[in-house]
C-alpha cells in the first residue's frame, strides 16, 4: 500500500534553515507529479510547492517563492524540501503527497516550527 514518511522537521530560529524528506513507496514514484503541503493550527492543510515526475518543472506557493526549493530523488523515491530564511508564519506540520488528487492516506507529517 502506500506509504508517504516525512522527516527533518524541527524547531529553528527566524532566518534558519531545514531540509525536509519524504519517502515514498507503494506506487511508481517516478511517473508521479509531488507536492509538499502544509497545516498550521487552526487553518486548513495547503500546498507549499510542486515538483514535476522529471523534476524539470517546479511551482511554488507565493508564500514561500523564493525561499524554498522542492527537488526529487527517483532513484530513491524521495522528494525533498529546502527550506531557508524561516519565519514564524511558515510554522506547520508538512507533508508530502502526489498531486494534484492526494492519495486519500498520508504520512504522519514533521513538524516545522519557527521560533526565537
Known amino acids: 500500500q502506500v506509504q508517504l514518511v516525512e522527516s527533518g522537521g524541527g524547531l529553528v530560529q527566524p532566518g534558519g534553515s531545514l531540509r525536509l524528506s519524504c519517502r515514498a513507496s507503494?506506487?511508481?514514484?517516478?511517473?508521479?507529479?509531488m507536492s509538499w503541503y502544509r497545516q498550521a493550527p487552526g487553518k486548513e492543510r495547503e500546498l507549499v510547492a510542486t515538483i514535476s515526475r522529471t523534476g524539470g518543472s517546479t511551482n511554488y506557493a507565493n508564500a514561500v517563492k523564493g525561499r524554498f526549493t522542492i527537488s526529487r530523488d527517483n532513484a530513491k523515491n524521495t522528494v525533498y524540501l529546502q527550506m531557508n530564511s524561516l519565519k514564524p508564519g511558515d510554522t506547520a506540520v508538512y507533508y508530502c503527497?502526489?498531486?494534484?488528487?492526494?492519495?486519500?492516506?498520508w504520512g504522519q507529517g514533521t513538524q516545522v516550527t519557527v521560533s526565537s
Open positions: 503527497n502526489k498531486n494534484p488528487v492526494p492519495f486519500p492516506s
Open positions: 507503494g506506487f511508481t514514484f517516478s511517473i508521479t507529479t
